[in-house]
């Protein structure tokens, strides 16, 4: 039409579609609305809403995918706003969002269910979907927020570890496409194959060392943390790699925390493992941002892949030190906060420490051959590099001798972890029963109530702490310890049998 002062405007077509997704945070997967907006103008495509570079780059990947699905890219101005702004979204987990979105606003697509979906999913070129990290811990958020969450099959696996989940896997764009506009349906994963029994190294390997195997069935039974000193070779690390083979199986309740934290990490989880309890070892030249978490967008460290497993440190005093303190958080909440300008990320980190260390620099002050040659000044400068309130915080620290050969040739097989097992999971059971709880995590008050030894063992306690200038922390972990000890035995009292074992087991630190 037209008018006295010229032809009419015509009014812009004005588009919108919102998809829900999930972001991480932690162990959190919030929800992120993906609004997509097409209107009429120069053609573009503006992404918003604190994205970081994985994100920015899905406007390439997302507009072959469309184009190669057999759609077609709308030539128009799109501007896609990833909500809550305040919220930083990584990764390409928002390629399949971001394409449906735009399909559904360019009318390409039926929107009819799409809210009673969520979507996630890398998109390669061609349109195939990628597998995604923290799949499991979406796929929970997913079922509480009443929505079948739409995922890469290759993640499927992994979510589905969540019995209640509720899932739908495609291995493409145009799957999912299908299956919108009802032309198909997608399948949910199989429930997957029962988890491989754990399959650890066994105690039985390791010849001698019979102090240093009782000081590991303590440190099981009760989960304390363990220091192991001694010359290269006397099986510190054999020691350290046979704890898990020891410690009680798993909970459901453990095994799905430990899921959890797995399908954060890079290499993503093994839903073959899903009872196998962790053990983690990095190398002493780790960054404290690799040991407990960190990064522009954090993601979990050692201590927490470590959760409700051991996190063994060989050559402790090689480690920054500066890096080890920022174990004593850990150590004591059981929790890890990393804080950036804008946000605070919590990462769990119960896990049982295990670290070795050498005598001296040289590794073999002491050793029978006497070839040794450091000086006091450098074994103290040496075993300096550790400080006095992380030892402060280890449960029991334990000697591990250089044995003759012809001892160790003489020497029949240890007794085997299923043998050591049973009695640390009867220990442990008793704890459970009294308390709920490891002795390793009790409080000071519960503490006094079920581990005050009789009067010969406080006035051996006593003597102690004044022999050795013990801290109050050191008297607390003495009374842990001799608990533990004497669940072992059973025993409802704590006799100064129990405090004298106990005291040895601080002596050094």
């Avoid at 958020?141 to 589905?160: D, F, K």
């Avoid at 996190?311 to 990393?338: A, C, H, Q, S, Y």
């Avoid at 390793?440 to 003597?463: C, M, V």
Wanted: charged fraction near 20%.
């Amino acid at each position: 039409g037209t008018s006295r002062s010229g032809p009419l405007l015509r009014r812009p077509a004005v588009s919108l579609a919102r998809i829900t997704s999930r972001a991480l945070a932690g162990t959190d997967a919030p929800e992120v609305t993906v609004e997509v907006h097409l209107a009429n103008g120069l053609p573009s495509l503006t992404l918003v809403g604190l994205p970081d570079t994985e994100v920015k780059e899905s406007r390439e990947r997302v507009r072959a995918a469309i184009q190669l699905a057999g759609f077609e890219f709308p030539n128009r101005r799109v501007t896609i706003n990833l909500a809550p702004a305040d919220l930083p979204k990584d990764s390409g987990r928002f390629d399949l969002p971001i394409a449906l979105g735009i399909l559904a606003a360019s009318g390409q697509l039926s929107a009819q269910h799409l809210a009673r979906h969520e979507f996630v999913g890398e998109l390669a070129l061609n349109g195939e979907l990628r597998p995604i990290r923290g799949a499991l811990l979406m796929a929970m958020a997913a079922t509480r927020a009443g929505r079948t969450l739409v995922l890469p099959r290759a993640s499927a696996g992994e979510a589905a570890l969540w019995p209640q989940a509720s899932l739908a896997q495609a291995d493409s764009l145009q799957a999912v496409c299908a299956m919108l506009n009802g032309h198909a349906r997608l399948d949910a994963p199989e429930p997957p194959a029962p988890a491989l029994a754990p399959d650890y190294p066994d105690l039985s390997d390791l010849k001698g060392q019979l102090a240093a195997r009782r000081a590991l069935e303590i440190a099981a039974a009760g989960r304390h943390s363990l220091l192991l000193s001694g010359p290269p070779g006397t099986g510190k690390s054999m020691l350290a790699t046979r704890l898990p083979g020891i410690l009680p199986a798993m909970s459901e309740a453990e095994a799905l925390d430990v899921a959890s934290v797995r399908s954060l990490a890079t290499g993503g989880l093994d839903p073959t493992q899903f009872w196998t309890r962790p053990y983690r070892a990095p190398h002493h030249s780790a960054s404290a941002a690799a040991l407990v978490g960190g990064g522009g967008q954090p993601r979990p460290g050692e201590v927490s892949l470590a959760l409700h497993g051991v996190l063994f440190l060989d050559e402790l005093p090689e480690f920054e030190r500066k890096t080890l303190d920022m174990l004593r958080e850990p150590l004591e909440t059981g929790r890890v906060t990393i804080s950036r300008a804008a946000r605070q990320v919590d990462f769990p980190a119960r896990f049982q420490l295990v670290a070795a260390m050498n005598p001296c620099p040289c590794g073999y002050h002491g050793h029978p051959s006497g070839r040794c040659r450091c000086t006091p000044e450098q074994i103290s400068r040496y075993r300096g590099k550790i400080s006095g309130p992380l030892l402060d915080r280890i449960d029991m620290r334990v000697e591990v001798p250089s044995l003759p050969a012809q001892d160790l040739l003489r020497a029949a097989p240890g007794e085997p972890s299923a043998r050591v097992r049973e009695r640390v999971e009867a220990a442990f059971a008793i704890q459970l029963a009294r308390q709920g709880v490891a002795n390793a995590l009790l409080d000071g008050a519960t503490l006094d109530d079920i581990a005050r030894p009789d009067a010969e063992g406080s006035a051996l306690a006593a003597q102690a702490i004044e022999r050795f200038h013990l801290s109050g922390r050191a008297y607390h972990r003495i009374l842990r310890l001799a608990r533990t000890i004497a669940d072992l035995e059973a025993s409802a009292a704590v006799n100064a049998r129990h405090i004298a074992e106990a005291i040895q087991y601080r002596r050094g630190l």
